[in-house]
């Protein structure tokens, strides 16, 4: 079942709202708490490990939520039409300073605006993740939806970290022009995820008479050993992007001793992987999208050697390495969510279940804790190296930025490659997976 362009693009467009959300989130907050609003990076840790897995546990209760929803606008849009305003307030609360409050007022303050927005995030997103699942059956019609989806979100990432710093820097202080910013991105976001709302149609339904239990949607996740494979490679493809996204801002500003460059960077790094999307689609056709992901893990692998062996003195050098492990990043950013879809349709073959909601929350949960542990991880690892922000660091301190912008994506990078080589349900047993379902329908194959 094609899409028409409009109704892709319009999809699409959506994930650059939610992006503006999730990068400036991913890259700034960290840094935002410690030299903005003036909390630890021990303190921060707690607060970035505390609200992203509260934000994870609400992934799977808003999935069987989404499932169960019946109404006349569909089961999914009318959350992400209602829930996206909440969500924008909420990010800009995330980024205020509150000049009232001392560091213990300025810290509780941190922890419940991000749960808070955690929250709303999740309420936004599980629905809009779903849509995939609901729009077409074509195998290839989502590899091309989810690679327009990545291209729009990585769209959405490039301008937040190529433009969110300087944004700042213009206004009289670095915590003013946070809270204006992002009072801009929700603006952007809302309009944007309104026109997913009213420019696609859900049309792939769960069956007529299904009555979903609590326990076959379980079923439907956990015995089910591609999603379970899938998600490993997304909490995999999480994990590293969270750490490198996380770390970069460090390593720039302290091990290079070039600030200046954090932007260009970022613009490079994220400009090489909007352009290797292109690639993608044509990649997983011929190799199909388990072995595309696996020729991505090799190149973060060689990318991760070369900037290790990177001298501080060699900026240009450990840019460049930052595209080499970027571009191979691709790939797991994209198929993880055109590979999702295919694995509800193997529940509903296989256990006679069609439960989307708990399939992308689990898928999710999984992929956000491993946001939570890469965050949180970040600042312990600041905290133990001895970080202090805004002066001199210390040799254990650089070092510890170093390993953990490279060995660390390196070594999840090998587990990616052992995962992806397990993965089995290619284009040729999902078609065969549909004809059957059709035929137990007594409908015509979608494909």
Not at 6 to 12: A, I, M, N, Q, W
Not at 261 to 290: C, R, S
Not at 348 to 367: E, I, L, P
Request: proline fraction near 4%; charge should be neutral; glycine fraction near 8%.
């Amino acid at each position: 079942m094609s899409l028409t362009n409009t109704e892709r693009v319009s999809y699409g467009v959506g994930d650059l709202g939610i992006n503006l959300f999730f990068m400036s989130s991913l890259t700034y907050l960290l840094y935002f708490y410690t030299d903005v609003l003036g909390i630890s990076a021990a303190a921060a840790a707690g607060v970035l490990f505390t609200a992203r897995l509260v934000d994870a546990l609400t992934d799977p209760i808003m999935g069987l939520i989404a499932e169960r929803t019946h109404t006349r606008w569909g089961r999914l849009r009318p959350y992400i039409f209602l829930g996206v305003i909440p969500l924008g307030v909420l990010a800009v609360m995330t980024f205020t300073v509150p000049t009232w409050l001392d560091e213990s007022g300025r810290l509780w303050w941190a922890y419940l605006t991000y749960i808070a927005f955690g929250i709303a995030y999740t309420v936004v997103v599980i629905p809009y993740s779903m849509l995939t699942a609901t729009l077409t059956q074509d195998h290839d019609e989502r590899t091309l939806l989810s690679t327009l989806r990545m291209a729009f979100a990585f769209a959405g990432g490039f301008g937040v970290s190529v433009f969110m710093l300087s944004l700042v820097n213009s206004f009289a202080t670095q915590a003013e022009g946070f809270r204006w910013v992002m009072v801009g991105f929700s603006v952007v976001a809302i309009l944007l995820l309104w026109v997913t709302v009213w420019f696609t149609k859900e049309r792939v339904t769960p069956p007529p008479k299904q009555r979903l239990s609590i326990a076959m949607s379980l079923r439907a996740v956990f015995i089910n050993p591609p999603l379970l494979l899938v998600m490993l490679l997304f909490t995999c493809g999480m994990l590293a992007f969270t750490v490198r996204q996380t770390v970069a801002i460090y390593y720039f500003k302290y091990n290079l001793g070039r600030p200046d460059l954090i932007e260009p960077f970022f613009a490079a790094t994220l400009g090489v992987m909007m352009i290797g999307l292109l690639a993608v689609p044509a990649l997983a056709a011929t190799f199909g999208k388990a072995r595309c992901i696996m020729l991505g893990a090799l190149l973060t692998l060689l990318g991760c050697a070369g900037l290790y062996f990177t001298s501080y003195d060699a900026p240009m050098q450990a840019i460049a390495w930052g595209c080499v492990i970027a571009l191979g990043g691709t790939p797991i950013a994209v198929l993880g969510w055109a590979m999702i879809p295919d694995t509800v349709e193997y529940a509903q073959w296989k256990h006679g279940v069609r439960a989307d909601g708990a399939v992308y929350a689990f898928a999710s949960f999984f992929q956000k804790l491993a946001k939570t542990a890469g965050g949180a991880g970040v600042a312990l690892g600041l905290a133990f190296a001895g970080y202090l922000p805004n002066q001199e660091q210390s040799a254990e301190s650089l070092g510890a930025i170093r390993l953990m912008i490279t060995l660390g994506p390196a070594s999840i990078m090998l587990v990616t490659l052992v995962v992806a080589s397990l993965y089995r349900l290619d284009k040729t047993a999902h078609e065969q997976m549909l004809d059957e379902l059709a035929a137990r329908d007594g409908s015509e194959s979608p494909v």
